[in-house]
């Protein structure tokens, strides 16, 4: 008997979370209306934050769903609201294009999932799966601390040559965070409304 | 049902980037392009994921994978700000969004 317990509930999640964001991918690629096109990027993009959860980085997961489906798509949403012309919503892309397109999407489609199928050791299920819980990979601590320096997560190596390679990412994550903040300050920079050049524009013609 | 493994996750990595490029290559509204990237981006985080985890895998990428992630997924709103303040940019100059009419550098 099959009780719901017995089930795999992983492959159920997974396939579930899998249709979605390809489904949604997918949507997003044959829609020609960009308004339609967000929408379906955000649902895409918040079930492969499902699929983040169930490998087991939750963190990553939360991040994916606070950055991206918070922060980034609405930053896109609002692009698509000022520029929504009712000439600009749907745009339509000539058949002969989708043609090649597509001839040359599924060549490398296919590229991928023969590449992604050959490696024996990634078609293989993890033999000691059944033995690792939730609490074995709960990494927001770990992560926290490898952002500050400390590779907590690697402290068995034993091996300094290896060891040198695993140092934190104190580094990387500075120098990410002044990008950022760079970044942000020149968007905003290069976005702003330019008024007094658009009237003289006008004046002269 | 066949227990899942690292290939069931590069399989739909390799559908979002595919969905992805296609997107860069096919939409002509701007936006649409910024949305390609950002889906490529996504399916490329998912692979890193799926190689870090340690459910999947015994051995495993280990916490790399996740750093690597936390770094796209930051670099990828810094990109899509900056794309959208140029796409803002050509839109104020332009006076249209479809980046077949940006052909200002044409010979």
């Known amino acids: 008997m099959m009780t719901l317990a017995g089930m795999d509930w992983h492959a159920i999640y997974f396939w579930l979370f899998a249709l979605l964001t390809c489904g949604f991918a997918l949507a997003v690629l044959f829609s020609a209306n960009v308004v339609r ?43 698509v609201m000022l520029t929504a012309h009712s000439r600009f919503v749907s745009l339509r892309t000539p058949s002969g294009e989708w043609i090649l397109a597509l001839i040359a999407g599924s060549a490398l489609l296919a590229l991928l999932l023969s590449a992604a199928l ?3 050791d990634w078609v293989k299920a993890n033999p000691d799966r059944a033995a690792i819980s939730a609490a074995d990979v709960e990494a927001t601590t770990p992560i926290g601390m490898g952002f500050a320096g400390v590779r907590v997560d690697k402290l068995s190596q034993t091996d300094p040559q290896l060891l040198g390679g695993m140092s934190g990412y104190l580094l990387p994550f500075l120098i990410v965070s002044i990008h950022l903040l760079v970044v942000l300050i020149g968007a905003a920079y290069m976005a702003r409304a330019k008024r007094r050049a658009a009237a003289v524009d006008e004046g002269a013609v | 049902m066949a227990p899942i493994t690292v290939a069931h996750y590069l399989a739909v990595g390799a559908v979002m980037f595919v969905a992805g ?3 860069m290559v096919t939409k002509r509204n701007a936006l649409g392009v910024l949305m390609g990237v950002e889906l490529v981006l996504n399916g490329a985080n998912i692979n890193f994921v799926a190689f870090g985890s340690k459910l999947l895998r015994a051995e495993s990428l280990g916490l790399d994978g996740q ?3 936390l770094f796209v997924i930051v670099l990828a709103a810094g990109e899509a700000a900056v794309a959208l303040a140029i796409a803002l940019n050509f839109y104020n100059n332009h006076t249209t969004i479809d980046v077949d009419r940006a052909d200002d550098l044409k010979g």
Do not use: D
């Open chain 1, 118 to 120: 050959k490696v024996p």
């Open chain 2, 67 to 69: 750093f690597i992630a």
């Open chain 2, 21 to 23: 490029v296609l997107c």
């Open chain 1, 37 to 79: 096109m967000a929408f379906y990027l955000v649902l895409c993009l918040g079930a492969s934050a499902g699929l983040f959860f169930l490998t087991g980085a939750e963190f990553v997961a939360a991040m994916q769903l606070m950055i991206y489906v918070g922060g980034t798509l609405v930053l896109l949403v609002f692009g």
